[in-house]
């Protein structure tokens, strides 16, 4: 990934602008087709999500390295991630993730977040 002026950004550096700004909670697909929060123990169905940034890492050296970082917050204001490789090399194996995400609604907030 491209920070303004071509340096060059890697997935732990934005990782880190998260944490720092309170985005901790890993969101993973459960085996009902709906993503959930371990930590803050729920359930969430496309609707109750708003992906707020993407970001797009390549692998320079190995295609598999390359992944994708999606930035959610939910309805109450609680802030998480989803993190995946994409393309062939996708770690999301269960039935329906990209039709999942795809359904989620999109606000691009990336200066707020990193930059503000």
């Known amino acids: 990934m491209e ?5 060059m950004t890697t997935l732990t550096s934005i990782l880190e602008k998260l ?4 985005f901790d909670h890993e969101l ?4 009902h087709g ?7 123990q729920k ?3 496309p609707e109750d999500l708003t992906i707020i940034r993407t970001y797009r890492f390549e692998g ?9 970082l ?8 609680n802030k998480g991630y989803v993190l995946d490789a994409y393309g062939v090399y996708s770690s999301h194996e269960e039935a329906g993730f990209d039709e999942f995400i795809q359904k989620i609604k999109v606000e691009d ?5 990193l930059f503000g």
């Open 3 to 7: 920070k303004p002026g071509g340096e």
């Open 19 to 22: 944490h720092q700004k309170g």
């Open 28 to 31: 993973k697909m459960s085996d």
């Open 34 to 40: 709906r993503m959930q929060s371990p930590d803050l």
């Open 43 to 45: 359930i969430y169905n």
């Open 60 to 68: 320079e050296s190995d295609p598999s390295d390359s992944s994708i």
């Open 70 to 77: 999606y930035v959610m917050e939910d309805q109450e204001g």
């Open 109 to 113: 907030r990336e200066e707020q977040l």
